[in-house]
């Protein structure tokens, strides 16, 4: 069974720092580029990042809005994929999901997702 | 504020049709990059139910079909049924963003 489950998530005051997990299994994870995609409450779907394959060199790119605090690594040996997260702000808060990229190319879809995991970020 | 824009929310009888409109620009739909639509039941995770713009997964009810011109894309619901209440996203790519984006989504509700 394709597989994602996400871990790492809870509360953390502004200005700290967060590291989620995402556990891969049922499918080639080395050779999938993965995305984190995150949902504050109420609120629609919004891309944070995504890293691609070894054979595309572990590519990273970023949305605007966590560019320079976050960081998206993976330990293919491992089936994982990890989103650090610094300088946390409220804005932050939401649920963090991981998803599977379909194919090689930017623009393909997004096949599989995690359950999800809460970041709250409050003092 | 998304770069794709879809209308907050959208409403129909059973049985009836309504249609999902997903507007980009020149830097993502524009460029011929493929619409993919979501579909998410509250407190669950987004699902797959069209890949590149016209595609359904296997699965996917044939009441669902979707459609691409010029910088927009659209996603239709035929016989529109009491189970299709739910938020649906479209989801591009943007060359000048170097990265993927959303719809603000939209709610389907089945009057």
């Known amino acids: 069974e394709v597989q994602l489950v996400e871990s790492g998530g809870g509360l953390v005051q502004p200005g700290g720092s967060l590291k989620l997990s995402c556990a891969a299994s049922g499918f080639s994870f080395s050779g999938s580029a993965m995305h984190w995609v995150r949902q504050a409450s109420g609120k629609g779907l919004e891309w944070v990042g995504r890293?691609?394959?070894?054979?595309?060199?572990?590519?990273?790119a970023y949305a605007a809005s966590v560019k320079g605090r976050f960081t998206i690594s993976r330990d293919d040996s491992k089936n994982t994929a990890y989103l650090q997260m610094n300088s946390l702000e409220t804005k932050d808060t939401a649920v963090y999901y991981c998803?599977?990229?379909?194919?090689?190319?930017?623009?393909?879809?997004?096949?599989?997702w995690g359950q999800g995991t809460l970041v709250t970020v409050s003092s | 504020q998304s770069v794709l824009t879809q209308p907050p929310s959208v409403s129909g009888a059973p049985g009836q049709r309504v249609t999902i409109s997903c507007t980009g620009s020149s830097s993502n739909i524009g460029a011929g990059y493929d619409v993919h639509w979501y579909r998410q039941l509250p407190g669950t995770a987004p699902k797959l139910l069209i890949r590149?713009?016209?595609n359904r997964p296997s699965g996917v009810p044939d009441r669902f079909s979707g459609s691409k011109s010029g910088t927009s894309a659209s996603l239709a619901i035929t016989g529109l049924q009491a189970e299709d209440e739910a938020d649906y996203y479209c989801q591009s790519y943007d060359s000048s963003l170097s990265g993927s984006l959303f719809g603000g989504g939209t709610k389907v509700t089945v009057l």
């Open positions: 998803s599977r990229q379909v194919g090689t190319t930017p623009h393909n879809w997004f096949d599989t």
């Open positions: 590149g713009n016209t």
């Open positions: 890293i691609r394959s070894k054979a595309n060199s572990y590519t990273t």
